[in-house]
């Protein structure tokens, strides 16, 4: 079966601190992979997208980058976090065979402090 | 991606039905529209998607109307644990939803 693994699921970290969440996929070969900000009281933003290795789409600018280097896994990463950066983080991937869609991770709370 | 247009929130009976609208009145012929749910903290739980013809499955139903401008989601017989945020979205070629908007903050009480 299909599944996707995120972590960690909590995080404090202070301003200026680096940041790397990561997202595995299981089941499935080639998912297009996502990445998904929450702000407090707001719904889900798209951030980065990957349809293959090495393949990042970047939708909102800002201080954060995402990385794919294998197949399965997808990485969100920043070199100075900002108060702003606070929120519920998703990961999702979705299969090209079927018809689209997400399955998401179960996301990662991060708290700047 | 077509927007979507969704009450902020509803509240429903334990037992009844409970219908969710969205409007996507400027929705595309080959854009679907899905319906995810999100319990506080948790990721999104996919529900149900559709293109033209209303469809059915073992958590709810989907209406789509004949002009595909808007949908309903229906939950037959609402439980406590169907609290929860829905959304309503339209995924085209591209594959994917920018952005998921606010949802329907949807509290079934007892």
């Known amino acids: 079966s299909q599944t996707i693994h995120q972590w960690p699921a909590t995080l404090v970290q202070p301003v200026g601190s680096p940041l790397s969440l990561e ?8 998912p ?10 707001r719904g889900l933003q798209l951030l980065f997208y990957s349809v293959g290795i090495g ?15 294998q197949d399965r896994q997808f990485i ?20 090209r065979l ?16 | 991606d077509a927007k979507t247009t969704q009450p902020p929130s509803m509240d429903c009976a334990e037992g009844r039905a409970a219908n969710l609208p969205c409007n996507h009145s400027t929705i595309s012929g080959n854009e679907y529209v899905y319906w995810y749910r999100q319990i506080h903290s948790q990721g999104p739980q996919y529900i149900i ?13 989907l209406i789509i109307t004949e002009d595909r401008k808007s949908s309903t989601l229906i939950l037959p017989h609402a439980t406590l644990r169907d609290t929860a945020v829905y959304y309503c979205i339209v995924i085209g070629d591209s594959g994917y939803a920018l952005n998921f908007g606010k949802g329907t903050s949807l509290l079934v009480t007892p």
């Open chain 1, 32 to 41: 297009n992979l996502y990445w998904y900000r929450q702000a407090a009281g």
């Open chain 1, 55 to 69: 393949q990042i789409s970047s939708e909102v600018p800002q201080n954060l980058s995402a990385s794919r280097p």
């Open chain 1, 76 to 95: 969100l990463s920043s070199k100075k976090l900002l108060l702003s950066d606070s929120g519920f983080y998703l990961c999702a991937f979705g299969v």
């Open chain 2, 49 to 61: 998607h559709g293109l033209k013809n209303n469809e059915t499955n073992e958590m709810a139903s």
């Open chain 1, 98 to 113: 079927f018809n689209y869609g997400y399955t998401f991770g179960s996301g990662t709370r991060l708290t700047v402090v």
């Open chain 1, 23 to 30: 997202c595995t996929v299981e089941g499935t070969s080639n």
